[in-house]
């Protein structure tokens, strides 16, 4: 138990039903609508307690947000895979349950995390997002994130434009 009211730490075996209604969450209220039923349907599911417990086996680096002791949300992050960023760190994911967007506990997570990936030595962030997430977009410009460069995902047939925000190291 902790006294704060917010808590940011590492994600634990315990924590991987927390992580897996947090990402179901999420994704229903950022892509409903976006994605087709199915498809987003398909990538809830596979996300369950098991897939988190193999994620934290495999060592992915998972950052949990707790607010009073509830989980809310979670960032994943690490060295930066997108090619032609010139970022060393980027946030895989971040999200938050819909009841704790717009309350500045993203920005907390965010700012954690990108802290976390300095103290690691990579410099520079970078994050991806489906551009038809206006409300990810916002919040990503809104927290000076510059976009970067644009990207295609296909999923069931579907091409999905994807934005790449990055926040370069100061002096950059």
Same mark, same amino acid.
């Given at each position: ?26 994704? $229903? ?31 992915v ?28 760190g980027?946030i ?24 976390? $990936? ?37 999923l ?10 990055v ?6």
């Open positions: 138990m902790t006294t704060d009211l917010i808590d940011l730490r590492a994600a634990r075996t315990a924590d991987c039903e927390a992580l897996a209604g947090i990402h179901s969450e999420a994704w $229903l209220g950022a892509y409903r609508g976006v994605l087709h039923g199915v498809d987003l349907q398909k990538m809830i599911t596979r996300r369950g307690p098991g897939w988190w417990q193999g994620a934290l086996a495999r060592g680096d998972i950052k949990i947000l707790s607010i009073a002791d509830v989980p809310a949300g979670y960032a994943t992050y690490g060295p930066c895979r997108l090619r032609n960023t010139a970022m060393d980027e895989y994911e971040l999200y938050l349950k819909p009841e704790y967007q717009g309350l500045g506990f993203g920005r907390a997570l965010f700012d954690n995390v990108r802290e976390t $990936l300095a103290a690691r030595n990579l410099k520079g962030l970078a994050v991806q997002v489906l551009s038809d997430n206006q409300s990810a977009r916002a919040f990503y410009k809104a927290i000076g994130g510059r976009l970067a460069a644009k990207s295609w995902y296909r069931g047939g579907k091409r999905l434009e994807l934005s790449i925000y926040w370069p190291e100061a002096g950059d």
